[in-house]
C-alpha cells in the first residue's frame, strides 16, 4: 500500500506545481511508482511542468463524474514507465469534486502506486479541503519571506485538526547571498516560528525557469542545483539521511540548518 | 450545483432538484467527537437546524470525557455558521466546560479515531502572582527599568472600551457560579489568583483566537496572525509573537509574561501597545508588560525572592 502525499502552502505561487513535479520524477528516478494528482481544479499547469499537456484526454473530474474510468485518464510520463499524472479539468470549478470523491480515489491509486503526489491549490477553501481530504501526510512548501511563512502556519494549524502526522516543510526560492546579507529570512527564522521538521531547503535557480518552460523536471538535470535539493528531498523522503545542501559560498548555512533540524519540535 | 451552506454528498451526477439526498452516510447525520494530535476537534452533524445541533453538542459535551481546559476546534461540516452561532458555541465550551473555542473549520474530514483525549482532560489550574518587578515607569521612546534600557519604544494608545458587540465569554449559569464569580472578580480588580485559569498546551498559530473569561497559560509559543484575548493574566512559556489582550473586561492590573516577548500589539485593559514598526526588537530574556499609571511597560521578568 503507497503513501497519498499533499503538497500545499496556502500562498498562491511558492513553489507547489514545481516542488510536485520535481518530486515525483526525482521519486520515479528512484524506481518508486509514481503518480501525480493535479488537484488546481480549474487552473491546471502541472501537466505543463511536466511536458504532458498535448496527451490530455480525460481528466479528474470525468473520473470523478463517472464519464472515464480513472485507468483512463491517467497519462504515462514520457520519461519514466512508472510515473503517471492524473490531470485536473482547466474548464471545471473546483466544486465540481467532493473531498469524499478524492478520499475514495487517493484510496484506489494507492494500492497500485508507490506514491500518490498531491499538487494543492492555493487558499484554505474547497480546493485545499478536496487537496487533503485523502492524504495521508503533507508537505508544506514556504518561501522566506513573512507572508509565505504565515500562511503556512494557517495551514500547519488547520492541519493539526486533521487526523495526520506533523507536516514537514520544504523552504524554497532561498538566495544564501541575501541570507547573509540579512536581506531575507533564513532557515532559523522560519523554524522558530513553524516549528515543523525541515525536509529540504531549495535554492532560488533559473534552471526551474528554464526546466518549467521545457516541461523537463530540473530534478532530472544533473548539474541544477535545484534539482539536485529535489533528489535529496526524495531520498530524505525514502528515510534515507541526507545532508543537506550546503549553498552557495555559504559554509556556515550548512552547519546552522543542521542543528535547527535536530532542535525542531 | 450545490451551494456553498449546504454539505457534500457523494453523488453519481445531478440529483433531481428538491429531492431529499439519500446516499448520506450516517457519519454525516451524528456529531463525531475526534482526537487530533493537538485536542480535541468536534465535528458538527451537516443535517438539522442550529438549536438542535446546538443540543447535540451539549449532550457530546455531558457524555464526553472532559473537554476542561481544552482548546476546541469546531467542525462546521459544511455549514455556514454565523457570528451569533459561533457566539453561542464558545459560550456552551466556556461556561459549561471550562474550554475555549480554538478555530472553526469548515471542511470534511476523514472520521478520525474516536477515542480518549491525548492531551489528556485538564483541570483549570491557578497560577499564583506574587512575582515581585522592578518598577520604573516607562519613558517615552526610550523606555527601561531597573536593570538594563529596554529597546522597545512601545506605542501606547487608549483603546476604545471593550466593544459591547463582542465581550469576552463569561458564565452565567448557576451550574458555573464559582467560575463566574471569579470572572466578575477579574473584571473588578480582584486578585487574578482567584480567577479560572485556561492552560493551553499547544502553540497557536495564525488565525487561531482563544478567548477566556480567566487567565490564560499557553505552554507553547503564539505565532503571529494568532490572538488570545483573556479577562484575566496571560502567561506564555514560549515565544509571544501574536496578539494578547490582558484584562480585555476592564481590568488595569492583568499582565502579559513571555519566556520571548516580541508581540504585534498588546493590550491591557483599555490600553494598546504596539511593536515598533521595523525590524521587530528580540528580547533574551523572559519580560512581562503591565500598566503603570495607565502607562504599558515592558520590565523584565523577574523570579520571586526565596525567603
Ligand atoms: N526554486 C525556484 N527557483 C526559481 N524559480 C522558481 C523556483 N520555484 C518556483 N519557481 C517559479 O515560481 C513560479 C511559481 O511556481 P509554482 O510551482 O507554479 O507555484 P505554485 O504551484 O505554488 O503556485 C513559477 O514560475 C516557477 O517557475
Ligand atoms: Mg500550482
Known amino acids: 500500500m503507497g503513501e497519498v502525499i499533499v503538497i500545499t502552502s496556502g500562498k498562491g505561487g511558492v513553489g507547489k506545481t514545481t516542488t510536485s513535479a520535481n518530486l515525483g520524477a526525482a521519486l520515479a528516478s528512484l524506481g518508486k511508482s509514481v503518480v501525480l494528482i493535479d488537484a488546481d481544479i480549474g487552473l491546471r499547469n502541472l501537466d505543463v511542468v511536466m511536458g504532458l499537456e498535448n496527451r490530455i484526454v480525460y481528466h479528474l473530474v470525468d473520473v470523478v463524474e463517472g464519464y472515464c474510468r480513472l485507468s483512463q485518464a491517467l497519462i504515462k510520463d514520457k520519461r519514466f514507465d512508472n510515473l503517471c499524472l492524473l490531470p485536473a479539468a482547466q474548464t471545471k470549478d473546483k466544486t465540481a469534486v467532493t473531498p469524499e470523491q478524492m478520499r475514495q480515489l487517493c484510496k484506489e491509486l494507492k494500492v497500485d502506486f508507490d506514491f500518490v503526489l498531491i499538487d494543492s491549490p492555493a487558499g484554505i477553501e474547497q480546493g485545499f479541503k478536496n487537496a487533503i481530504a485523502g492524504a495521508d501526510r503533507a508537505l508544506i512548501v514556504a518561501t522566506p519571506e513573512v507572508s509565505s511563512v504565515r500562511d503556512a502556519d494557517r495551514i500547519i494549524g488547520l492541519l493539526e485538526a486533521e487526523s495526520m502526522p506533523a507536516p514537514r516543510l520544504i523552504v524554497n526560492r532561498i538566495r544564501p547571498a541575501m541570507v547573509r546579507r540579512g536581506d531575507m529570512m533564513d532557515i532559523s527564522d522560519i523554524l522558530d516560528i513553524l516549528a515543523i521538521e525541515l525536509l529540504g531547503v531549495v535554492p532560488d535557480d533559473e534552471s526551474i525557469v528554464v526546466s518549467t518552460n521545457r516541461g523537463e523536471p530540473a530534478a532530472l538535470a544533473a548539474a541544477s542545483r535545484a534539482g539536485q535539493a529535489y533528489r535529496n528531498i526524495a531520498r530524505r523522503l525514502l528515510g534515507e539521511d541526507v545532508p543537506f545542501l550546503s549553498l552557495g559560498d555559504n559554509p556556515g548555512l550548512l552547519f546552522r540548518i543542521r542543528r535547527l533540524f535536530g532542535n525542531a519540535r | ?307
Not at chain 2, 488565525?207 to 506564555?236: S, T
Not at chain 2, 476592564?250 to 498588546?266: E, H, K, M, N, W
Request: charged share 20%.
Open chain 2, 1 to 307: 450545483m450545490t451551494g456553498q451552506g449546504t454539505p457534500d454528498v457523494p453523488s453519481g451526477g445531478p440529483a433531481p432538484s428538491g429531492s431529499p439526498p439519500t446516499m448520506r452516510s450516517p457519519s454525516v447525520e451524528a456529531l463525531q467527537w475526534l482526537s487530533t494530535r493537538s485536542g480535541v476537534r468536534i465535528r458538527l452533524p451537516a443535517k438539522g437546524t442550529f438549536p438542535t445541533v446546538l443540543e447535540d453538542l451539549e449532550r457530546a459535551l455531558g457524555e464526553g470525557s472532559g473537554v476542561r481546559g481544552l482548546a476546541v476546534t469546531i467542525d462546521a461540516a459544511g455549514r455556514e455558521l454565523g457570528v451569533p452561532q459561533l457566539r453561542e458555541i464558545e459560550v456552551l465550551l466556556l461556561e459549561r466546560h471550562g474550554a475555549a473555542l480554538l478555530q472553526v473549520v469548515e471542511g470534511q474530514s476523514a472520521a478520525g479515531k474516536v477515542g480518549g483525549l491525548q492531551n489528556g482532560a485538564r483541570g483549570a489550574r491557578r497560577v499564583s502572582r506574587r512575582t515581585p518587578v522592578s518598577s520604573d515607569p516607562v519613558l517615552d521612546g526610550g523606555v527601561r527599568n531597573g536593570r538594563r534600557a529596554l529597546r522597545r519604544p512601545w506605542r501606547d494608545r487608549t483603546a476604545p472600551p471593550p466593544v459591547e458587540d463582542d465581550p469576552v465569554p463569561r458564565p452565567a449559569s448557576p451550574a458555573a457560579g464559582r467560575a463566574h464569580s471569579a470572572a466578575a472578580g477579574v473584571s473588578a480588580g480582584l486578585p487574578a489568583d482567584a480567577a479560572p485559569t485556561l492552560l493551553l498546551r499547544r502553540t497557536l498559530r495564525s488565525g487561531q483566537r482563544v478567548r477566556f473569561h480567566g487567565n490564560v497559560v499557553v505552554l507553547g509559543d503564539v505565532n503571529p496572525g494568532a490572538e488570545i484575548v483573556a479577562a484575566g493574566d496571560i502567561v506564555v512559556m514560549g515565544t509571544l509573537r501574536g496578539v494578547a489582550h490582558a484584562g480585555a473586561t476592564g481590568s488595569t492590573d492583568a499582565i502579559v509574561a513571555a519566556f520571548r516577548l516580541q508581540p504585534t500589539q498588546i493590550r491591557v485593559g483599555a490600553v494598546i501597545g504596539r511593536a515598533p514598526d521595523g525590524q521587530a526588537p528580540r528580547p533574551d530574556t523572559p519580560e512581562m508588560a503591565r500598566l503603570r499609571d495607565g502607562v504599558l511597560v515592558i520590565e523584565r521578568y523577574m523570579p520571586p525572592a526565596v525567603d
